[in-house]
């Protein structure tokens, strides 16, 4: 067990709809990255928070938005739903702001889009 | 793109023989990290090792990292059926914040 949860572990909706994953970093992290797995693209880097703010982007659509809170939950929105947008999503924490020592990654997020 | 690229991308052994996975990258690096992934589940950080290192251990894990061919090689002696998995070598590039991972090496250990 990583310390890292994320919820909910399965996701079936439609197109055009909006969903909310959510995270919950491992005691005592401030980073939280979100990557997105998929067949094709492998394992995508989409976005990393710092203590509440935006730290890193990497291939985050304009469609995903995501926030890190008070409490450091982190939330990752995605709206406008398409079929390709069915992956697993997974999130990770760590201690400092750069990736200078391990991630610890969540179960996931099982997303699927119909 | 600096993602990593392992290979190869499948390797299936028996149980007891060595497993070696490599990895290469595009940029200079800080660190290189290894990761596994059994079936649909999170990853597993399992062992990293920075620029200034030229090998490292960690059980039955064995990484090596040579930054002038800029790759990275990783070997679980006397493998396991419970080794079976997906390794990814992760490498933390010139861009802060941010790994990049490589599409992986799907490992099968059979009994």
């Known amino acids: 067990d990583s310390g890292v949860t994320q919820t909910p572990k399965h996701l079936i909706t439609a197109t055009g709809q909006r969903v909310t994953l959510r995270c919950s970093p491992r005691s005592g992290d401030l980073s939280v990255y979100w990557y997105q797995q998929s067949l094709d693209q492998g394992l995508q880097f989409l976005i990393q928070y710092y203590n509440g703010e935006e730290r890193a982007k990497g291939n985050i659509l304009e469609r995903f938005s995501a926030q890190q809170f008070p409490d450091l939950h982190s939330e990752l929105n995605l709206s406008s739903l398409e079929l390709g947008d069915s992956a697993l999503y997974f999130c990770a924490s760590g201690l400092g702001r750069d990736s200078y020592n391990e991630q610890f990654f969540g179960p996931g997020t099982r997303l699927t889009v119909l | 793109s600096q993602q990593g690229e392992e290979d190869p991308q499948a390797l299936s052994i028996q149980e007891g023989e060595n497993a070696t996975m490599n990895c290469s990258y595009k940029t200079s690096i800080n660190n290189l990290q290894w990761y596994r992934q059994n079936s649909g589940r999170g990853l597993v950080h399992l062992i990293l090792?920075?620029?200034?290192?030229r090998e490292k251990h960690s059980g039955r894990l064995r990484v090596t990292l040579d930054t002038s061919k800029k790759s990275s090689s990783l070997l679980i002696t006397a493998s396991r059926a419970a080794d079976t998995a997906s390794y990814f070598c992760?490498?933390?590039?010139?861009?802060?914040?941010?790994?990049?991972f490589g599409r992986g090496t799907q490992l099968t250990v059979w009994p």
């Open positions: 090792i920075r620029s200034n290192e």
């Open positions: 992760a490498n933390r590039g010139s861009t802060l914040g941010r790994l990049y």
